[in-house]
């Protein structure tokens, strides 16, 4: 009979936790079964969720953790888990990681928290957030990194046991991913033919470095006139971006597209991808481009390294560094043999290391692992 494990996510919304999130759902390990439960029963993924047969459980902590509506809703995560027979609690982000923990210890349920990123997203937390995710991290089963450089962290900077920290790397459904990229638009791009499309793939968030990018875009477009920054994602740096973007008169060079999900039909008319993050953990959007056969300029921070490797798959540069973006992206831009060549190794590496069956491997060491957390515990 399958083992239950209760997959706890915040919200459906768009980015790459919640992507890899479906994912994992699509590709279940054998020997397990699928629960899904959520804070909140929103976000535009959520039919995705739905077309794969799972109807979540919702657990509204509305708002802040530090009322008496969080020991009700642990409360009623923990009945679910005992009428389900749930044994493994596998959450995916901030608020999911701290409820899943003490439904865990009201059940008995082992849980794995997950890591998926630097802490860059919890940097505006208050200390009482931060100390309490250590914690979090510190006291559960397990704890699942998607990348060396995200695990690392945990070990040096959240004090956690080296043992505890396993690295299950995010993976993709070619199949399925190329199957979307031959569907229609969801709204027609701002290309004509002729034109150097460039796919920047990310929430507008200060960390993805699209001002570094704007900057670049500059000088970019005046060496190559037919450049074309397809930005897709939505955020509060969109007005200070439109700003600089109409100060530098870019406007027909940088595009912010909003929220899309045909993320895969956009790449797919794209000639190169760009990511420009001061910190990233495994990165879905590079993965995405790599399937796409793209050549890529992201760079070197975080899970990065570990995804493009400079003059195979793309080119990596410092944070912040206009000049070396634009630099690298006008070098891939300018020899589109070269840039041929690192899209096909790039797609290669995704066909072989990355898939979603090896991540499901993964996940399924990862929970067997845990049901013997108690014996890991004993040898640390």
């Not at 706890?8 to 479906?22: D, H, T």
């Not at 701002?190 to 670049?216: C, M, Q, S, Y």
């Not at 060549?341 to 290391?353: K, Q, V």
């Amino acid at each position: 009979m399958d083992i239950p494990v209760l997959h706890l996510l915040n919200r459906f919304w768009i980015g790459g936790a919640e992507r890899q999130f479906v994912e994992r759902l699509r590709r279940n390990p054998k020997g397990f079964s699928v629960l899904v439960g959520c804070l909140e029963l929103s976000g535009p993924l959520l039919p995705q969720i739905r077309a794969l047969g799972h109807e979540p459980w919702v657990f509204p902590v509305n708002g802040s953790l530090l009322q008496a509506n969080t020991a009700k809703q642990i409360a009623l995560m923990a009945a679910l888990i005992r009428d389900h027979g749930v044994r493994i609690v596998h959450a995916t982000d901030y608020y999911t990681n701290l409820l899943a923990l003490g439904a865990g210890k009201l059940t008995g349920a082992k849980v794995i928290v997950s890591r998926l990123d630097l802490g860059h997203l919890r940097a505006g937390f208050g200390r009482w957030h931060r100390e309490a995710e250590k914690w979090n991290a510190r006291n559960a089963d397990l704890v699942v990194a998607n990348a060396d450089a995200v695990r690392e962290v945990c070990i040096r900077e959240e004090g956690c046991d080296p043992d505890r920290v396993v690295v299950v790397r995010n993976g993709l459904d070619t199949a399925h991913f190329d199957a979307l990229a031959r569907q229609p638009l969801q709204a027609p791009l701002p290309i004509e033919d002729g034109d150097l499309p460039v796919a920047v793939i990310g929430n507008l968030w200060r960390v993805k470095g699209h001002r570094t990018l704007v900057e670049a875009a500059a000088e970019i477009a005046a060496r190559i006139p037919r450049v074309k920054f397809l930005c897709a994602g939505e955020g509060p740096e969109r007005e200070a971006l439109e700003k600089r973007i109409a100060e530098l008169g870019l406007e027909k060079t940088v595009h912010l597209l909003g929220h899309r999900l045909d993320i895969p039909a956009i790449l797919a008319r794209s000639r190169a991808a760009c990511l420009c993050s001061s910190a990233e953990g495994l990165s879905n959007a590079l993965m995405e481009a790599m399937a796409s056969s793209l050549p890529i300029v992201a760079t070197s921070v975080g899970g990065n390294p570990e995804l493009v490797r400079p003059g195979e798959n793309g080119l990596l540069v410092p944070f912040g560094d206009a000049r070396a973006l634009s630099t690298a992206l006008v070098q891939l831009l300018s020899d589109p043999a070269a840039a041929a060549e690192m899209g096909r190794r790039g797609r290669l590496r995704i066909e072989s290391e990355l898939t979603l069956e090896k991540m499901a491997e993964g996940h399924g060491a990862l929970y067997r692992r845990a049901l013997d957390a108690s014996a890991v515990r004993a040898a640390a």
